[in-house]
């Protein structure tokens, strides 16, 4: 019994020092999974989140500049405009030119136009006169770069002093029948318009800008960077040894978080997309979540393992106690041993029905996360579906947009058309300004021949006659253009409108995509930590079982030793040596 004793008190001991030391390992082991498993995750879906930002804003910004470059295009083959470039002089050339920019005008992001003919380098903005251009002057660069080093047209952000603005300008080359460069035009773009469509529905915690060969900054939320030229490297100086200039999308990722560099080839820009890595996303990764559960699990385990080792203490303690105090009393000592010795069983039995009620809860749990990985395959099914109706719908879209293109630019043909129907028409006022005239002579001259023009005179009055006819047709002809105009217009606007709608469509429905891809990432990391978790309960199933065997085995050897303390009563004095003994011991662990 004095072998026992001492072995089951040395085992207690050594029991307390090794689920402390489980505990600290298991905190650690938690801290690391959690810190490089976060990070991990962390890399994953950003590398996912910043390609499909960039891929979204680069279509949304090309898409609105596009149209103000395909805008400018048209302004530079106006015959009307190449006539007055060839000839600024011309006052009558001027208003035509000037009613021809003004229709385009209200058509430009900005509400800004702006045209020079290289023979007077005379510099109009928004239809008036603003200032004379010296092609010398270093503050005017871009009109030589334009003139003299463009095929059709460039882009520039600066300040102009004279109209007192910073803008993004389109530049354009406009050149007569054989090629020659004559003059220019384009529009300039506020840089807030520019990159308001861009900016909008950003996710907050991510950082874009937009930045030029030079790696100077050419759009950011912030202004002063534009203004100021900053360069990327001077606001990010963790991007030294990065290439930022590459013609393929680049990943970068650094301590700080990650970054993307995507190329924009029509301006010869890059974009910029940044998510930094903070301890807010440590804390809302999924890994937290899964981490905290098992710590929680095993700390469960280890308090339910130190409450039975102490229970065992304090009855091996009161056991010990007892056995001091009445080991002359032998009768009455094997009495008080076996009520305790009952009372563990009892205490044991207990904890064996509660470690059996929580293997029940536990393969309940099971039973509820096996439904709910069913029920995230059907969702995963429903999200197929409207998956594929999505991307159905975002290819009519683009197919009916294609169709409004083409509208339009058949729209396009026909104000050419009655353009030249205009000019017929004048040409038709003329002739018969010309035929009244003749008419009149004609009848002056048969009143001078008397008798012998009176046959004259009859052809003289018809001649009259048909010049009112064609005057009445010409007037008819005119208002059957004008009416013709104004429903050209009215189908310009129509097509405009949707045209922009069906730009909408395409847009949201590109959203929709991205959201449905995102739910079914997100489904995919549910259905994994619902198998982790149906694993990790299996196991601590088949611990808590153990555990239950474990107690019924304890159970078993305190009732052996209820018949070994009757054997005791034969040497008193050996058990109270051993009693004295053991509770040295006992006095040292508590210690």
Same mark, same amino acid.
């Given at each position: 019994?004095?072998?026992?004793?001492?072995?089951?008190?040395?085992?207690?001991?050594?029991?307390? #020092?090794? &689920?402390?030391?489980?505990?600290?390992?298991?905190?650690?082991?938690?801290?690391?999974?959690?810190?490089?498993?976060?990070?991990?995750?962390?890399?994953?879906?950003?590398?996912?989140?910043?390609?499909?930002?960039?891929?979204?804003?680069?279509?949304?910004?090309?898409?609105?500049?596009?149209?103000?470059?395909?805008?400018?295009?048209?302004?530079?083959?106006?015959? $009307?405009?190449?006539?007055?470039?060839?000839?600024?002089?011309?006052?009558?050339?001027?208003?035509?030119?000037?009613?021809?920019?003004?229709?385009?005008?209200?058509?430009?992001?900005?509400?800004?136009?702006?045209?020079? &003919?290289?023979?007077?380098?005379?510099?109009?903005?928004?239809?008036?006169?603003?200032?004379? $251009?010296?092609?010398?002057?270093?503050d005017t660069y871009w009109y030589k770069m334009t003139m003299y080093e463009t095929q059709v047209y460039n882009f520039n952000i600066n300040y102009n002093p004279e109209l007192n603005n910073t803008m993004l300008w389109i530049n354009a080359v406009v050149r007569d029948e054989s090629g020659n460069p004559i003059g220019m035009c384009g529009t300039g773009i506020p840089l807030d318009g520019c990159f308001d469509s861009v900016y909008e529905n950003l996710d907050k915690d991510l950082t874009l800008k937009f930045y030029n060969d030079e790696e100077e900054i050419t759009g950011s939320e912030d202004q002063e960077e534009i203004v100021s030229k900053a360069t990327i490297r001077y606001k990010y100086p963790e991007l030294e040894h990065v290439n930022t200039l590459k013609d393929v999308p680049v990943i970068h990722e650094s301590s700080d978080g990650q970054y993307i560099f995507y190329p924009l080839p029509t301006l010869g820009w890059h974009m910029m997309v940044f998510k930094p890595y903070t301890l807010r996303t440590v804390l809302t990764s999924s890994m937290t979540f899964l981490v905290a559960l098992l710590v929680v699990i095993t700390l469960i385990i280890i308090t339910i393992? /130190?409450?039975?080792?102490? /229970?065992?203490?304090?009855?091996?303690?009161?056991?010990?106690?007892?056995?001091?105090?009445?080991?002359?009393?032998?009768?009455?000592?094997?009495?008080?041993?076996?009520?305790? $010795?009952?009372?563990?069983?009892?205490?044991?039995?207990?904890?064996?029905?509660?470690? @059996?009620?929580?293997?029940?809860?536990?393969? %309940?749990?099971?039973?509820? #996360?096996?439904?709910?990985?069913?029920?995230?395959?059907?969702? =995963?099914?429903?999200?197929? /579906?409207?998956?594929?109706?999505?991307?159905?719908?975002?290819?009519?879209?683009?197919?009916?947009?294609?169709?409004?293109?083409?509208?339009?630019?058949?729209?396009?043909?026909?104000?050419?058309?009655?353009?030249?129907?205009?000019?017929?028409? @004048?040409?038709?006022?003329?002739?018969?300004?010309?035929?009244?005239?003749?008419?009149?002579?004609?009848?002056?001259?048969?009143?001078?021949?008397?008798?012998?023009?009176?046959?004259?005179?009859?052809?003289?009055?018809?001649?009259?006659?048909?010049? %009112?006819?064609?005057?009445?047709?010409? =007037?008819?002809?005119?208002?059957?253009?004008?009416?013709?105009?104004?429903?050209?217009?009215?189908?310009?606007?129509?097509?405009?409108?949707?045209?922009?709608?069906?730009?909408?469509?395409?847009?949201?429905?590109?959203?929709?995509?991205?959201?449905?891809?995102?739910?079914?990432? &997100? $489904?995919?990391?549910?259905?994994?930590?619902?198998?982790?978790?149906?694993?990790?309960?299996?196991?601590?199933? %088949?611990?808590?079982? @153990?555990?239950?065997?474990?107690? =019924?085995?304890?159970?078993?050897?305190?009732?052996?030793?209820?018949?070994?303390?009757?054997?005791?009563?034969?040497?008193? %004095?050996?058990?109270?040596?051993?009693?004295?003994?053991?509770?040295?011991?006992?006095?040292?662990?508590?210690?």
């Amino acid at each position: 019994m004095k072998i026992n004793l001492f072995k089951n008190v040395a085992y207690a001991k050594r029991s307390h #020092i090794f &689920s402390s030391i489980i505990t600290v390992v298991v905190l650690l082991i938690a801290v690391v999974t959690l810190v490089f498993g976060s990070r991990s995750v962390f890399d994953h879906q950003t590398r996912t989140q910043l390609i499909n930002v960039a891929e979204l804003k680069t279509l949304a910004f090309e898409s609105e500049l596009n149209s103000q470059i395909a805008l400018v295009k048209q302004l530079t083959k106006s015959p $009307i405009i190449i006539n007055y470039m060839k000839n600024p002089g011309s006052s009558e050339l001027f208003n035509m030119a000037v009613k021809e920019f003004g229709t385009f005008k209200s058509s430009f992001l900005s509400d800004t136009v702006f045209w020079v &003919s290289d023979k007077d380098l005379r510099f109009y903005q928004n239809l008036e006169y603003a200032y004379k $251009i010296n092609p010398d002057s270093p503050d005017t660069y871009w009109y030589k770069m334009t003139m003299y080093e463009t095929q059709v047209y460039n882009f520039n952000i600066n300040y102009n002093p004279e109209l007192n603005n910073t803008m993004l300008w389109i530049n354009a080359v406009v050149r007569d029948e054989s090629g020659n460069p004559i003059g220019m035009c384009g529009t300039g773009i506020p840089l807030d318009g520019c990159f308001d469509s861009v900016y909008e529905n950003l996710d907050k915690d991510l950082t874009l800008k937009f930045y030029n060969d030079e790696e100077e900054i050419t759009g950011s939320e912030d202004q002063e960077e534009i203004v100021s030229k900053a360069t990327i490297r001077y606001k990010y100086p963790e991007l030294e040894h990065v290439n930022t200039l590459k013609d393929v999308p680049v990943i970068h990722e650094s301590s700080d978080g990650q970054y993307i560099f995507y190329p924009l080839p029509t301006l010869g820009w890059h974009m910029m997309v940044f998510k930094p890595y903070t301890l807010r996303t440590v804390l809302t990764s999924s890994m937290t979540f899964l981490v905290a559960l098992l710590v929680v699990i095993t700390l469960i385990i280890i308090t339910i393992f /130190n409450l039975y080792i102490n /229970n065992i203490l304090a009855s091996l303690n009161e056991v010990v106690t007892t056995t001091k105090n009445k080991a002359s009393e032998q009768k009455e000592f094997i009495t008080n041993v076996q009520g305790t $010795i009952s009372t563990t069983v009892r205490s044991l039995g207990s904890y064996g029905t509660i470690l @059996d009620n929580q293997s029940a809860s536990i393969e %309940e749990s099971q039973s509820n #996360i096996q439904t709910l990985l069913q029920q995230l395959k059907v969702l =995963d099914s429903v999200r197929r /579906n409207s998956l594929g109706n999505a991307k159905a719908l975002e290819k009519s879209s683009t197919e009916g947009q294609t169709h409004i293109v083409n509208l339009q630019e058949n729209i396009s043909a026909i104000v050419e058309c009655s353009k030249r129907l205009v000019e017929a028409n @004048d040409l038709i006022a003329d002739v018969t300004s010309q035929t009244d005239l003749l008419a009149l002579n004609a009848a002056i001259e048969a009143a001078h021949a008397g008798e012998l023009g009176a046959g004259f005179a009859v052809v003289a009055r018809a001649i009259r006659q048909l010049a %009112e006819k064609s005057r009445d047709q010409e =007037d008819k002809v005119e208002q059957v253009i004008g009416d013709m105009q104004k429903m050209i217009d009215s189908m310009v606007e129509s097509s405009e409108a949707v045209h922009d709608s069906y730009e909408e469509i395409v847009e949201n429905s590109a959203n929709v995509n991205a959201n449905f891809e995102e739910m079914s990432e &997100s $489904i995919e990391q549910q259905n994994t930590l619902g198998h982790t978790i149906g694993i990790n309960l299996s196991g601590i199933t %088949e611990s808590v079982n @153990d555990s239950s065997a474990s107690f =019924d085995s304890m159970r078993v050897s305190n009732e052996g030793l209820a018949n070994e303390v009757s054997k005791a009563a034969e040497s008193s %004095e050996k058990l109270l040596e051993q009693a004295e003994n053991a509770l040295k011991l006992i006095g040292i662990n508590k210690a």
